[in-house]
Each structure stands twice: as structure tokens, then as C-alpha cells.
């Protein structure tokens, strides 16, 4: 009996000196992990996108900020070597502050998909790398995140005059020839390019946001001080 009660008391100690994830793991059912795992995703949510909603949240982030769409990007490039590409920064900053002013709804939109998503193996995820919440998040739910995320993007560009200022720069450069005028005219599939910068943005957007998630979800389980509720130290701590 002393020599059974020894070696149980030597597997449970094995366990708790093993890493940090499994350890954690110790007498945590499915259902405690997956409330973990959405209290996680929504404290990285509310974080990353306060960060991203302040002002230069994205413009002056060279992780996230959002650049013109390819098929002007060439251009502005081409007119900044002889200075006269100053329309087409203006409106590459109307960009960063659309999505910087879309962030509050955006978090609305995160928080709701971290609640209802459901989670196939949530000690699985628990147990997996820095960001697989994350990154379970964003292969479950990213189709329909964008679908409610350009509508609201396209309000805040009309909102920063963003659309105003694009119409005549796709007007002017689309009815120029040679190559200027072949690089602006419309895409084989038919898009504007407003409807271009519209999509452009949102999906930038949405992955600046994640980007930001995966960072809070690795300091919620790298250090203590971001376990800031109880189901966070229980599952993580």
C-alpha cells in the first residue's frame, strides 16, 4: 500500500516538474480549457485591437501598416522618383486611419466570433505552441469575419474622404495610355478599384488584428502578470 501510494506520489510529481503546458494540464477537464481558451482570445482581442485603434495604430506599425493595393503601389513608386506622388500617400494614410478608426466595431466582431466558435479539442489547443488559439481562431472564422468586416470598413473610408480621393486618381491615371494606363485599367475579374482597396483594407486589417492576438495570446501563456482572471491562471498558470 505505502509502496502504491509512493509510486502515485512519484507520477505526480513527474508531472508537475514536466513543461510548463502539460503541467498545467493536470486535473483541467475539456470544458475548463475551452472556457481558457476564449477568456484568452478575448483579453488578446480587446488588447490588440485598443492598440490598433489608437492614432498611428497602423500607420506607423511596420508590422501592420496597410499599404495601397499592388496595382497602385507601382505607381506611387514611379511618381515618388520625381516628386509627385503626394496624392497617393494621402490616400494610403486615409487607409491606416480607416482601419485605425474601424477598431471599435472590429473588436465588437472579434469578441463575438471568440464566444461562439466552437473548439474541436480545446486541451489540444491548450497543450499546442505560443499562438494555436489563435491560429485556430483565424482558420475557423476568417470567411466570415470578413464578410462583417468590409461593410464596416467601407464606412469608415468614405468617412476619412479615402473613396473621394481615390475616384480621381483612378479616373486620371485609367485614361492615361501606355504603361501607366494598362496598370490602372480594370483587373481581368472585372473589380474597381475602389472594390479593390475595399477588400485590400479590410483583409489587411483583419490580419493586423490577428497578428496582434497571436502576441497576447504568447504573453498570456509566457509570463504570469497577463493571467489576469482566474480561468486564466487555472488553465495557464
Known sequence: ????????????????????????????????????IRAALGQAARLATTRLGRRDGFNADPQVHI?????????????????LSRQLDDLELQLNRSAE????????????????????????????GDRSATDYLEQRTSDPLFGLIRPRMADTLEASGAYRTLQPIEERLGNQGGFLGRLMRGRSDGQSLRDQVTDDVSRRAMAGVFHYVGEEERAIRRDPV????????????
Do not use: C, K, Y
Open 226 to 237: 497577463n493571467r489576469t482572471s482566474s480561468i486564466l491562471r487555472r488553465v495557464f498558470g
Open 101 to 128: 478608426a474601424a477598431m471599435p466595431a472590429v473588436q465588437t466582431i472579434f469578441i463575438d466570433a471568440v464566444q461562439s466558435i466552437t473548439l474541436d479539442d480545446a486541451l489540444g489547443i491548450v497543450r499546442g
Open 67 to 83: 499599404p495601397l493595393p499592388s496595382r497602385v503601389r507601382d505607381v506611387q513608386s514611379m511618381l515618388r522618383r520625381v516628386g
Open 1 to 36: 500500500m505505502h509502496r502504491r501510494t509512493l509510486i502515485l506520489g512519484l507520477g505526480a510529481a513527474a508531472l508537475a516538474l514536466a513543461s510548463p503546458a502539460r503541467a498545467a494540464q493536470f486535473g483541467l477537464s475539456e470544458r475548463q480549457a475551452g472556457a481558457g
